[in-house]
């Protein structure tokens, strides 16, 4: 396999994979660090890509539990680091900062939710993959993604009600 | 689209049974400017969903690995050294025989010649054989050693007086 189709096969879900670990390790530095590491995994085992049945699938699965491997490793139990992905300079208007708001609580909301209902989040709600899939990609089955979807959306909305409320009622 | 219909969907939605299809649509529908109020929480959500898509992996990928590299290169030397050993060793062919039976033709030559180095060996070891023979010396001074036991009588007799 040359590196052009290596790279065709890659490129359509690079970016999935690097969403996929900013969701659980939310430091952008971390997660390009982990998707680099996945795919050059799956470049050193390129003669067996084509026993895969579906490579989009295996990488998220490797994503997964690459991230999960970070996450117990002793490097991140010893030094708790509170990623910030640090904007730079251009300050938004006041308005931007209004209107944006919202959309961070969201984001904050789905960072405080058990790992595997963010998983679900991730891969249903911002990359639309079909409960099949996502079933295959974490091992769960049907019924239990779906009812960790239901839990975590109506835990979004909950959280976000309160926060809109706050103060008001 | 029918505000009701939205709200079914919402239902739906929360619940987990919605398809992929109805889910677009509910992103359709929260990505235009104005909602009904009462739906304004799930704005900053659908929004944030559609977002957070956008992201992109910028890092390049170092796909070439050290290893393709050194056996390309291990490829080329030895293509050279086998080139240089066969332009090298032609010459060598065409005296292959002189090698294989040595110099001489004539036994008796050869001969002739083995005796005359056998004699040289012998000659020099003969050489190192005599240096070898100051050792008697050695001997000859162990015996004058022997007088020391005149003392030691002479000493033996003393004490016993």
Redesign the interface.
Known sequence: MTQTEFLNIVMPFKDKVFRLAKRLLVSTEEAEDATQEVLLKLWSNKTKIEDYKNVEAFSMTMTKNFCFDKLKSKQAQNLKIVHNNYEDGQTPLQKQIELNDSVHWVAKIIEDLPEQQKLVIQLRDIEAYNLDEIAKMLDMNNTAVRVALSRARKTIREKLTSTHNYGVK | MVLNNIEKLLEK?????TS?KE??ALKNYFSQETVAPHL??????F???S???Q?????D?????KKVFTYRWIAVAAVAVLVVMVYFKKPAVSTYQEYAYGTYNNPEDAFNEVTKQLAMISNHFNKGVSTVNYLEEVNKGTGTLGYLNEIGNATSIIFKK
């Open positions: 939605y929360e619940n987990g049974d992929l889910e677009q304004e929480v799930y704005k900053p959500m929004a944030y969903f977002v957070s898509k992201e992109q992996f910028t890092k990928l170092p796909l070439k690995t």
